[in-house]
């Protein structure tokens, strides 16, 4: 069984606290009312947990309203896209077994749609939300209705918006509490802390990515990173945009970590403190400890924070920093947060004057550390329990050798590019760089109508071998299609991702949607398809739904497709998402009724 324990009252107030304010103060009101009447702690447990709606899945009912709005940062005010004109976003809550439904009102003169980020959506693509694969983006005074159910799953994700670059604005946190008779695989902490980390630009991100599709370029990078949306003193006119968390001492506190970030990967810490890691993709791991983590964009890790019972000082700080390999330009600056005490002998927080000096950093390894990051993540571990056990498939139908990295298009007739010697840059997997189709894929699928629509050739193997982290080829040039690789239902799939050197090795951070897989290999070089299968991890790999491509390097994963439909997979990294590097799996159904597409709903919207 693990570490599971059996869950508490202090685990009860501990995810009651994360449910909407009306709810939770509902039910804190019926509890204190019948502990009141009856005096007994547990009794009060037995009745809460018996209120109506307390039993089962419930419904739980959001809306987005999008419209534009002032936000000022390092100095300047911009507007921008919020959801309930919140930067970030609006949390959202739910239990494993809940259904929610999201209307969604766009305000604004963007198309948006929105991605539940984690989120399998079995049978459900509909509800997925990756603009023109499985829906055609919400227009300006236009509504859809996002109605999905969590089905076996808990933990951290997040949602975010999948048109263009617009989740740099539009995002927020996605919290699944476990089925209320359980509860976590390890103590319980004493509060739950979502911490969302992000980058903040000056200019107008959509004005940046498109003049750098237009010119051929890489993209004006950010200009500063975010802790909840508040860069820190690290950067001018920004003492007072300072995200601080208050702990009490000797209190455990799990933070709920989620990279938002829109091109970068990042080191976090907290100065003199050590975390626990205890979730990944809302995936419970084996407990291990670091005083140093990496987060890929679009992953989540839960970490548990035990404050000192007799702290140095009151205060701490903490950082996040870019890992990159990247041969252009990067934001190199490090952004800060306050861990800050509550003074032991009163419950009124220390006040961390904007006059004080400057808090140490935490140590943060140099920002091209490979080394530290391969480290790191070889510490994550499936729990494989009895309870939550790692059903790795084990006879694979179909082995896959994907490339995945950069590449360039020749300029235009007549235009002066500015990519790579006179180029434009492009990236792309098996040399293919994925072109945006002009209709929903997922609604061609539905209605078998994929004339014109999609090709369903995608490349299973390299089309053009060559020393993948070795020299380059002298010929860069990508192709280019709306290209998707058809599975039957329930194919087994072993997958190696392969960086290559392509216009610099880096990594790249891999998202599936519709899926989880096991992570069962990685390593440096070229896959070695003789003797690296032999030291796969089948027992206990790490269950995940983003995974990065080691610099000059490979992962192997392994996955069901036991979800129909059609789902994207792509680098989570959007400036490489805009040139190119995504594919789209295409699930048939199938024989039961339970194995096929949920027909889709009235108020899809149309292209």
Not at 230 to 255: A, E, F, H, I
Not at 365 to 377: E, G, K, L, M
Not at 557 to 584: E, I, T
Request: net charge positive.
């Amino acid at each position: 069984m693990g570490l599971y324990r059996p869950r508490t009252h202090s685990s009860v107030s501990a995810q009651l606290h994360l449910l909407p304010r009306e709810e939770r103060q509902a039910r804190m009101g019926a509890l204190r009312g019948h502990a009141a009447a009856s005096a007994c702690p547990f009794l009060a447990l037995v009745v809460l947990l018996a209120l109506p709606g307390l039993a089962a899945g419930i419904t739980r009912h959001y809306t987005f309203n999008v419209r534009m709005t002032n936000v000022t940062r390092l100095c300047g005010s911009k507007s921008i896209p919020t959801v309930n004109g919140q930067f970030p976003g609006p949390k959202l809550v739910a239990r494993e077994g809940d259904r929610l439904v999201v209307k969604v009102h766009n305000h604004v003169n963007y198309n948006v749609s929105f991605h539940w980020h984690g989120l399998r959506q079995l049978r459900n693509g509909w509800a997925d939300g990756p603009s023109y694969i499985t829906q055609c983006p919400i227009q300006g005074g236009q509504s859809y209705a996002y109605d999905f159910t969590v089905a076996g799953q808990r933990g951290t994700l997040w949602w975010h918006a999948h048109f263009s670059w617009l989740r740099v604005h539009l995002y927020g946190p996605l919290l699944i509490l476990p089925k209320r008779s359980e509860g976590y695989p390890f103590p319980t902490p004493h509060k739950e802390v979502p911490i969302m980390f992000g980058e903040w630009f000056k200019a107008d991100t959509e004005t940046v990515i498109n003049q750098a599709l237009q010119t051929g370029a890489g993209p004006n990078v950010s200009d500063a990173y975010t802790f909840n949306g508040l860069p820190g003193p690290t950067y001018n006119c920004s003492s007072k945009d300072t995200y601080k968390l208050k702990v009490q001492p000797g209190r455990t506190y799990m933070l709920r970590l989620i990279n938002a970030a829109l091109n970068n990967e990042l080191f976090f810490a907290i100065a003199n403190h050590t975390l626990t890691v205890v979730e990944a993709d809302a995936n419970y791991v084996k407990p291990f400890t670091a005083t140093t983590l990496v987060i890929s964009p679009g992953q989540t890790m839960n970490v548990l924070l035990t404050a000192s019972a007799s702290p140095a000082s009151q205060a701490f700080a903490m950082a996040v920093a870019p890992y990159t390999n990247t041969q252009g330009t990067f934001d190199n600056t490090t952004a800060t947060a306050v861990l800050e005490y509550y003074a032991p002998t009163t419950t009124r927080p220390t006040s961390t004057s904007t006059q004080s000096p400057p808090l140490p950093l935490p140590a943060l390894p140099r920002y091209n550390d490979t080394n530290a990051v391969a480290t790191f993540s070889s510490n994550f571990r499936s729990l494989a329990t009895a309870r939550y056990p790692a059903r790795v498939p084990r006879a694979m139908d179909r082995h896959l050798l994907f490339t995945v990295g950069l590449g360039t298009d020749p300029c235009p007739p007549n235009r002066t590019c500015q990519g790579p010697n006179g180029t434009k840059f492009a990236a792309s997997i098996n040399n293919n760089s994925f072109v945006r189709p002009r209709t929903a894929l997922l609604e061609a699928h539905y209605r078998r109508r994929y004339a014109g629509v999609l090709m369903a050739n995608f490349p299973t193997t390299p089309p053009h071998p060559f020393n993948y982290t070795g020299t380059p080829p002298n010929n860069t040039f990508v192709a280019h299609g709306t290209r998707v690789l058809p599975l039957p239902f329930n194919t087994s799939v072993e997958l190696v991702m392969q960086g290559t050197a392509i216009q610099g090795a880096e990594s790249h951070p891999l998202h599936m949607h519709g899926f989880n897989f096991f992570v069962v290999g990685q390593g440096f070089g070229n896959f070695d398809p003789v003797n690296d299968p032999a030291t796969y991890n089948l027992v206990d790999p790490v269950e995940r739904n983003t995974v990065s491509v080691p610099t000059a390097g490979w992962v192997a994963v392994r996955f069901l497709a036991d979800n129909p439909g059609v789902w994207l997979m792509h680098c989570h990294f959007d400036v490489h998402l805009s040139w190119g590097l995504s594919m789209a799996w295409m699930v048939d159904d199938g024989p039961l009724p339970n194995q096929k597409m949920l027909p889709p709903p009235s108020d899809l919207p149309k292209c």
